[in-house]
């Protein structure tokens, strides 16, 4: 496997709460991408973070936010959640981040807003 | 235009058929060119990375035409187990780590 974990595998929320979805990239790897992947759809690159930086931002509204931590692990959390938030949401992490770097993806955290 | 096309599937084969799948992408000054393969409820893999001098490993062939701005994936004697959604993906340019995915192409294969 890909040695990139992701918690939980599952979580259910109403609109309005807030979410904290976590990742552990693989060994040495200091560079972390999130995506949201809806139902029938590609993954859609939210942010990157680079050394605990952000260090690239998708189309996505400032209540998306992350951390990342010295252990490269790392943190998406989203506030004010609105159904259509609905969606598997991946990690990726990679050695350096650079535009042809294979990024390792996680098995995912589907998250089902009510 | 969507920045990554593909075809909208799904495609249902007998083992052993030859099956292409076919990607266009917008931005010309894209630089790197993937195609994962993604498992019903998994994540996505990569399959292979896409170079100007075409790949091949193994039945997998892929090829890239930057003056078209077209990818493809060639799966030759194709497996059961080949059936997954394959996903082309460009890179985002001036943007680290943003890969732009396609909407994903649905393969089954039958026995």
């Known amino acids: ?114 | 235009r969507k920045e990554v096309e593909q075809d909208p599937g799904p495609f249902n084969v007998p083992e052993g058929a030859t099956v292409a799948f076919n990607c266009t992408y917008s931005n010309s000054a894209s630089q790197s060119f993937f195609w994962y393969r993604q498992d019903c409820r998994k994540e996505p893999k990569l399959l292979m990375s896409v170079y100007s001098s075409g790949n091949e490993d193994g039945r997998f062939t892929a090829q890239l035409n930057r003056a078209s701005q077209y990818i493809s994936l060639l799966i030759r004697d194709s497996k059961l187990s080949d059936s997954a959604t394959y996903l082309c993906v460009v890179n985002r340019p001036g943007s680290q780590g943003n890969l732009i995915f396609g909407k994903g192409t649905k393969l089954s294969v039958k026995p």
């Open chain 1, 1 to 114: 496997e890909t040695g990139v974990t992701q918690s939980p595998t599952h979580l259910i929320k109403t609109r309005g709460q807030q979410v904290t979805l976590r990742c552990s990239s693989q060994s040495g790897h200091n560079t972390v991408s999130w995506y949201q992947q809806a139902l029938g759809q590609g993954p859609q690159f939210i942010f990157q973070y680079y050394r605990e930086e952000e260090n690239g931002r998708g189309n996505f509204p400032p209540r998306f936010s992350g951390l990342q931590f010295p252990n490269y692990s790392s943190e998406l959390n989203v506030n004010a959640l609105e159904l259509d938030d609905s969606a598997l949401y991946l990690c990726a992490s990679t050695l350096a981040g650079g535009m042809r770097e294979t990024q390792y993806f996680g098995p995912g955290t589907r998250l089902l807003v009510l």
